[in-house]
């Protein structure tokens, strides 16, 4: 809802009087904005020409404890205010903006917390995680150690270790830890795999939601251990070539001879495929980072003969026995990996069609497809691709229509490339259509064609599991808000047509964003839920971050007090300006529900996600559980 509505001229002459009778009508919301920012001399100047003090708390609603609020001052300082200008502390006429303090973690006083608590608490959100990486990271001592020690004190290789020395079993434990991770790091990308897994028991004690951390992890792994094997096979060469220079040169060594150069090839490969999945490559240039990944095909196949070439050969025979046998561990991994792949083209090709376009303000393009077999469940997400655009890239987005509904849609921000191209291709850029509808045309009557959609998926994603919980806490920011649009609507469903009970009996749901017309996006959803919220199943929590224009406030002023909705959103709830106080947040949905285990579910910053991560484990204890669920893609 817009939030320029239509006052009165009655209204607009008694504004614009107040402002010009007493001649501050320069002194608005933007400068009350910045005002906290500004020093408190300048401050106390400046007011205290202002005559009267103009009132700024009819811009806020009621009070909240979730909310950085304003309080009424006109007569009444707050205690504890000093009126010396510039006193610490005082930051002119809004010094009565500030946060409410921290709620302690651990409720009402300071009750110790054992350490059986404290571990206890851990592994509500940390615990299935730290044991699962820590069973990885000794997975890896221990191959190495067993490797390194093996050839170490093996009367195999004596004449070996006497010419390389420490060089051949630092090679060896490397090498064998390398074998491992390459047989790994295809399983965590097949989202196929994963999406079933997590569906199993299995998944309480694997965190599969973090199959792309763990991916990457096991990259990192395979650089670092390259590098150990790389640099322990140099001082080899060199070794060599003194102790046998007739039969070893050590640029033959490392440039011509069969390790040598299938090894700084696998090298050369792994340093690529790394540099360009960095966030600052991958983010900006989506397309580098697709292509030059698939070099992992060149590095497997280099990977499969490295070590067929019976470099440094035992004491006694078999000398050269199961050397080229590096294939076999990745060779079930891979397998697995081309049945994924072949699966996406299968899915990928099935008939889609492309049902309705619509553009929303902040740029942002929802996309509405049908397609034949197609079952999703709430808060998956799936990877969209349009060849007109890019035949190779696959983007992942996630589904805000529910599983109730006919069709499928997404919600895509024109932000990268990529976005900007598909939205350009559906007529919805800047000089398109703000709508398109199957066999309608857009909204001046003209049929567009348009371009060919492919999905794969549905793939399972954490907010799948919102219905698992009694109790959930949805909190999106911007754009993040789409996985919860999906959970939302089924909500809705479930609520007006029960089909089968449902264990969910509450849900908050917090979305932050920067600017009004963002809330747009999902209003008439949310006007639905309301309104027909007879039993309060729903609490909505909607909060602006961003400043406002002049006209805005001046709006705001008038309509706030006597509108019975939200002048931003058009919700009963008002909107808050500013971000919500956690802390109060997470107080009072424990103390709402005690002994309850309750998820908390968020798409959006990964510093905002920090935050609500720590509060989770903050307030877990007693009783209640806040168990932390993130979108990861």
């Not at 006694?316 to 080229?324: A, M």
């Not at 990268?416 to 939205?423: I, N, P, Q, R, S």
């Not at 009072?588 to 935050?611: L, N």
């Amino acid at each position: 809802m817009s939030m320029h509505r239509k006052t009165s001229s009655t209204q607009r002459t008694a504004a614009t009087g107040a402002s010009a009778g007493y001649g501050y009508s320069s002194y608005d919301q933007t400068q009350a904005n910045t005002l906290a920012n500004r020093r408190p001399d300048a401050d106390q100047a400046y007011l205290a020409k202002q005559r009267p003090v103009t009132n700024y708390a009819s811009l806020i609603p009621p009070p909240s404890p979730t909310y950085l609020r304003m309080q009424e001052t006109v007569g009444k300082p707050r205690a504890g205010y000093n009126n010396t200008p510039g006193a610490p502390g005082n930051r002119g006429e809004l010094a009565h903006l500030r946060p409410l303090d921290s709620v302690p973690a651990g409720g009402e006083g300071n009750e110790k917390i054992t350490l059986f608590q404290k571990i206890s608490i851990w592994m509500i959100n940390e615990g299935n995680r730290g044991i699962f990486f820590g069973v990885w990271i000794l997975l890896h001592v221990g191959l190495f150690g067993l490797t390194f020690f093996n050839f170490y004190y093996s009367d195999n290789f004596i004449t070996s270790r006497n010419i390389v020395g420490l060089g051949l079993p630092i090679a060896r434990g490397a090498a064998l830890v390398l074998h491992v991770d390459a047989g790994m790091i295809l399983l965590p990308v097949c989202r196929t795999l994963i999406s079933w897994l997590r569906s199993t028991p299995l998944n309480r004690v694997v965190p599969f939601d973090k199959a792309i951390t763990f991916h990457k992890a096991i990259a990192w792994s395979i650089l670092f251990f390259t590098l150990v094997h790389t640099f322990a096979h140099y001082s080899n060469f060199y070794l060599l070539s003194r102790a046998a220079p007739d039969k070893y040169q050590f640029w033959n060594l490392m440039f011509v001879s069969g390790p040598g150069y299938t090894g700084h090839i696998m090298l050369v490969v792994l340093i690529v495929m790394i540099v360009t999945a960095l966030p600052s490559v991958r983010t900006k240039k989506f397309e580098v980072f697709w292509y030059w990944h698939h070099l992992f095909l060149v590095f497997f196949f280099f990977f499969s003969f490295h070590g067929a070439y019976c470099l440094l050969t035992p004491d006694r025979p078999p000398y050269c026995k199961d050397i080229s046998s590096f294939w076999k561990y990745w060779v079930t991994s891979g397998f697995i990996y081309l049945l994924e792949r072949l699966a996406r083209e299968w899915r990928a090709h099935q008939k889609t069609v492309v049902s309705r376009v619509i553009l929303h303000p902040s740029n942002v393009v929802e996309i509405q497809i049908k397609k034949e077999n197609c079952h999703p469940l709430a808060g998956q997400y799936i990877f969209l691709c349009c060849p007109e655009v890019s035949l190779w890239q696959w983007h992942p987005f996630t589904l805000t229509s529910a599983p109730e509904e006919d069709y499928i849609s997404v919600h895509i921000r024109v932000a990268g490339d990529f976005t900007k191209e598909l939205a350009k291709k559906l007529g919805c850029d800047s000089q398109g259509a703000g709508e398109w509808e199957e066999n309608l045309g857009d909204r001046n009557g003209l049929v567009k064609v348009l371009p060919r959609i492919m999905i794969d998926g549905p793939f399972g994603a954490a907010s799948e599991d919102v219905f698992k919980y009694e109790v959930t806490v949805l909190f999106g920011a911007g754009i993040g808000v789409t996985p919860f649009a999906s959970v939302l609507k089924s909500i809705w469903y479930r609520v007006n047509y029960p089909t089968k009970p449902t264990k969910l009996h509450k849900v908050y749901f917090f979305w932050v964003c920067r600017d009004k017309e963002a809330f747009e996006w999902f209003q008439s959803l949310l006007l639905a839920l309301e309104s027909q919220d007879l039993n309060q199943f729903i609490e909505i929590h909607t909060f602006l971050t961003g400043r406002l224009r002049h006209s805005e406030v001046g709006n705001l002023m008038i309509n706030e007090d006597s509108a019975f909705a939200d002048t931003v959103t058009g919700l009963r709830a008002r909107t808050r300006f500013g971000r919500p106080n956690l802390d109060v947040e997470f107080d009072r949905i424990r103390e709402s529900h005690p002994d309850t285990d309750i998820g908390v579910f968020f798409c959006g910053p990964k510093r905002m996600g920090r935050q609500l991560h720590t509060q989770c484990t903050k307030f877990s204890g007693g009783g209640t559980s806040f168990f932390w669920n993130k979108e990861n893609f």
